[in-house]
């Protein structure tokens, strides 16, 4: 498998999605998706409020796209008799899944800073997952060091430093202000943010700086380093190596695929197979055809899975069927050794039985990966990119998919694309090819 030259920030920006992979010691890390396409997570949407449902604790908004996004209401909130009509500020939680619509939030955060900024429903309650008295620590700190309000702790902002944090804090007020301004002005439910911004909390979450190497495609090197330019606030563009497929060269594409994939290898023989399903992320480490003790394999397992938690973007419920530690001892081991090689995961470890079974919990932060598979928006992907690899081709499309490309919104991402790398659209449809299928012609 290729290797990046250095450790750094790997760059995909397809005609739908934005694929940022952090590599580190020549290994694919961690990544993030920039949704261009209906993407609601971490974008900021003016929406109108639609219906209650007290029985799901929460309220249907129109947020401008095909589908409306459930927003959790406080008790006080359900209590007040909101009225259908009314607009809010709200932040995009997760994309819709299937039969799931998509989630948002009345509080607002930026990924990997201390601070959330608090929308017009209060405080996002991030805090409220600490134990009682941190929390209130954490309250009377926030009302110390900024008591005009509207900026509130993350749960691990106990140990920050207060010169960091009011810094962070004029940076969120900053775009506190501008996000409300530009809401004030639409007229229709939809996003306020942009993709230079939605790029800013990408570079955050991934905590990735300007002196990071940074490599993306020849013909969509420009516009990555201005899109990276805008989002650091830099006046000089970053140094962005261009390559072909830098992608595949660092071996991002292999990974990307594996990480789709239900099994892992583990060195030496076992695998850990990895099975999501609607409650919960099931993990099972498997000794078939190993050597190493079980120890040992736990071990392995535990890296393995460290790392497919941040690639694949898992969050929620994960149980873990570890091989068995064998007693007490080995018991307390195992917890000892999942505490140190799942820091910085985000991952709570719950409990660990006896037998090896593990419960671990990591707060929902983005759409998992193996939540982003749609057919047609794939293969709308692939279909793009190969009319760009063909110049003065014709692409004939399935008529279901000449019907998702003529959306509007994707119809204009596929020319700003395409108009990039210098290729004029050309798409026709034909409705004897198989459905969700294309052809160059």
Do not use: Y
Not at 320 to 338: N, T
Not at 410 to 430: I, P, Q, S
């Amino acid at each position: 498998m290729g290797r990046p030259v250095s450790d750094g920030l790997i760059v995909d920006p397809g005609p739908f999605a934005w694929v940022f992979g952090r590599t580190c010691r020549g290994d694919l890390h961690a990544v993030r998706v920039v949704d261009l396409v209906d993407g609601m997570e971490e974008a900021l949407f003016v929406c109108r409020l639609t219906r209650v449902v007290p029985e799901l604790g929460g309220a249907f908004v129109d947020i401008g796209t095909e589908a409306d996004a459930f927003v959790r209401l406080s008790r006080r909130e359900r209590r007040g008799g909101l009225a259908e009509g009314a607009r809010w500020l709200v932040q995009g939680v997760r994309d819709p899944s299937g039969d799931k619509p998509g989630r948002a939030t009345r509080g607002w955060r930026v990924p990997g800073h201390h601070l959330n900024v608090v929308g017009e429903g209060g405080p996002s309650g991030v805090a409220e997952e600490v134990a009682g008295a941190e929390r209130r620590q954490l309250r009377e700190r926030a009302e110390c060091l900024f008591p005009e309000g509207g900026i509130c702790l993350r749960a691990r902002a106990a140990t920050a430093d207060d010169t960091g944090l009011q810094r962070e804090a004029s940076l969120l007020r900053a775009a506190r202000d501008r996000w409300q301004g530009d809401a004030a002005t639409r007229a229709a439910p939809g996003p306020v943010t942009t993709l230079t911004d939605r790029v800013a909390a990408t570079l955050v979450a991934l905590d990735v700086s300007p002196s990071s190497a940074i490599v993306a495609p020849w013909p969509l090197r420009l516009a990555v380093a201005e899109t990276l330019r805008r989002a650091w606030g830099l006046a000089d563009q970053p140094s962005v190596e261009g390559a072909a497929d830098p992608w595949t060269a660092a071996g991002c594409a292999e990974a990307w695929a594996a990480a789709h994939g239900p099994e892992v290898a583990l060195a030496g023989g076992g695998r850990l197979t990895i099975e999501p399903t609607r409650a919960l992320v099931a993990v099972d480490v498997d000794r078939r055809g190993a050597e190493a003790g079980a120890a040992e394999l736990n071990r392995q397992a535990m890296d393995q899975l460290a790392r497919a938690i941040t690639v694949r973007q898992l969050g929620g419920q994960i149980v873990v069927d570890f091989l068995d530690p064998g007693g007490k001892a080995g018991q307390a081991a195992l917890r000892a050794d999942l505490d140190a090689r799942l820091d910085g995961t985000g991952v709570e470890v719950v409990a660990v039985l006896a037998s090896g079974l593990v419960v671990l919990e990591r707060a929902r932060r983005s759409t998992a990966l193996h939540e982003r598979s749609e057919p047609l928006r794939d293969t709308a992907d692939a279909a793009v990119r190969q009319l760009a690899d063909h110049p003065g081709s014709t692409v004939a499309l399935a008529s279901d998919l000449a019907a998702w490309l003529d959306r509007a919104n994707v119809a204009a991402a596929a020319d700003r694309w395409l108009a990039t790398v210098g290729v004029v659209r050309r798409f026709v449809r034909d409705p004897a090819l198989p459905a969700t299928t294309f052809e160059i012609r």
